[in-house]
C-alpha cells in the first residue's frame, strides 16, 4: 500500500532493460551519442515540430534551468501561489535563475486569470525598484491532483503572450494529464501558447529522466552553457536518452499514465462510497486527496499503508474536523488494485 509518491515507485521493466542493454557498449559522451541525437529527434516527432531538448536528471533541475533561460536583471516569475516550483523546491528556480516568484491565488492548483493579469500589471518593463514581469509558470497536472483544460492553458497563455512574457509548464505529471485530457502533446503544450516544457518521466515508470523542451529552438541558445554550470550535463546522457527510448516506444508512457490514473479512480470510489472517509477536492490525474479520521490513518499505517498528510490549501472549502486528517494518496504504474482494494479495506474497518 504505497501511496506516498510516484517517486516511491520503482523503474519500468522495459526501461530497466534498455540501460542493460546500453551499458556493455561504448558512446560517445556530452549528449553526443547516434542514441542522444535520435531521441531528440523523437521528441520532434512527439510534438509534431522541429524542439530543442535538453535531459537532465531531476524535475527540479528542468524547472529551474527552464525558467533561468528566461531570466532577466530584476525579473519576476509569476507562478500559482502553492505551486511545486514555489513550495518544494527549496528556491531552486530563484536560485539559478536569478529571479523571485510572485505567487497568484486561484482555486484548486490554478491562477485565476484576473489575478495573475493583476499581478503582472504591478511589474511593467521600467519598474526599476519593483523589478520587472519576465515569465510566468504554470503546472499540469498540477500540484493538488488538478488537471488544466486546453482552453485554461490557453487563457494563460494569452495573458503572457499580451504582457510579452514567455508560458512555462511544469509537467512532472505531464502524461498523466494529457492522458486524462485524451489530448496530443502538441495540443496540449505550444498549440495552446505554452514556450518551454519541463518534461517528467521519472514519476511515471522512468529511473531519473526528464527533459526541457524548448518549442522555439532560438530560446534555447543560453541552455547548453546554462545546464553545464550547473552540473547537469551528463558526461553518460546517453542512459538518459535509453529511458526515454523504451518510455516513448510504442506508447509505454501513456500506458503507465493511464494506470495510474485509473488506480486514483479505483481510491476515488471507494472514498466516495465510504461513510467515514471522503476526497477533500475532486482531483483526475494520479493524485488523490483525503479527509480520514486520525485513529483511521494510525490504523492504515501500522498495517503498512504509506502517505503523507497534506498542509489545507488556502481555499478548502470544507474545514478539518479536529479529529480527522488531510491526507494525499499518489497511485503509479505499480499500484495493484489490490493494494488500493486493501486500503479502503482498512479505511472501511475504521
Known amino acids: 500500500m504505497f501511496f506516498a509518491s510516484d517517486n516511491w515507485a520503482g523503474a519500468h521493466p522495459a526501461i530497466n532493460e534498455r540501460l542493460l542493454r546500453e551499458s556493455t557498449r561504448f558512446a560517445a559522451a556530452y549528449g553526443t551519442s547516434d542514441l542522444d541525437r535520435a531521441i531528440e529527434r523523437r521528441f520532434n516527432e512527439i510534438f509534431e515540430r522541429d524542439v530543442a531538448v535538453f535531459f537532465v536528471a531531476t524535475g527540479t533541475a528542468a524547472n529551474s534551468l527552464a525558467l533561468a ?16 516550483v514555489i513550495e518544494d523546491e527549496c528556491g531552486a528556480p530563484d536560485f539559478f535563475s536569478g529571479m523571485r516568484i510572485c505567487p497568484v491565488e486561484g482555486p484548486r492548483g490554478k491562477m485565476d486569470p484576473k489575478h495573475l493579469k493583476n499581478r503582472i500589471s504591478r511589474y511593467p518593463q521600467d519598474a526599476i525598484h519593483h523589478g520587472r514581469a519576465t515569465a510566468v509558470t504554470m ?22 503572450k499580451e ?12 502524461a498523466n494529464a ?41 530560446m534555447a541558445k543560453e541552455l547548453p552553457f546554462l545546464r553545464k554550470r550547473s552540473a547537469q550535463l551528463f558526461s ?7 529511458q526515454f527510448e523504451a518510455y516513448l516506444q510504442d506508447d509505454l508512457w501513456l500506458d503507465l499514465a493511464r494506470h495510474a490514473n485509473a488506480m486514483a479512480n479505483r481510491l476515488r470510489a471507494g472514498l466516495d462510497a465510504s461513510n467515514s472517509a471522503r476526497q477533500a477536492w475532486p482531483t483526475t490525474s494520479n493524485e488523490v486527496f483525503a479527509v480520514i479520521p486520525k485513529a483511521t490513518a494510525k490504523a492504515a499505517e501500522d498495517k503498512g499503508a504509506k502517505f503523507y498528510d497534506w498542509l489545507e490549501p488556502h481555499d478548502m472549502s470544507e474545514p478539518v474536523a479536529d479529529g480527522d486528517m488531510l491526507i494525499r494518496l499518489v497511485t503509479s504504474f505499480a499500484t495493484e488494485p489490490q493494494d488500493v482494494d486493501a486500503f479502503l479495506d482498512v479505511i472501511a474497518a475504521g
Open 69 to 84: 533561460s528566461l531570466a532577466k536583471p530584476g525579473g519576476v516569475i509569476f507562478a500559482h501561489s502553492e505551486a511545486h
Open 163 to 174: 504582457a510579452g512574457l514567455p508560458l512555462h509548464m511544469d509537467g512532472a505529471r505531464f
Open 139 to 160: 503546472t499540469q497536472a498540477s500540484e493538488v491532483g488538478t488537471i488544466h483544460t486546453l482552453d485554461e492553458i490557453e487563457t494563460l497563455a494569452a495573458i503572457a
Open 236 to 242: 553518460k546522457s546517453r542512459f538518459i536518452a535509453a
Open 178 to 218: 494529457l492522458v486524462e485530457l485524451d489530448a496530443s502533446p502538441a495540443e496540449m503544450t505550444w498549440k495552446r501558447g505554452v514556450d518551454v516544457l519541463s518534461f517528467g518521466g521519472t514519476k511515471n515508470g522512468c529511473w531519473c529522466a526528464e527533459a526541457i523542451v524548448f518549442f522555439d529552438p532560438q
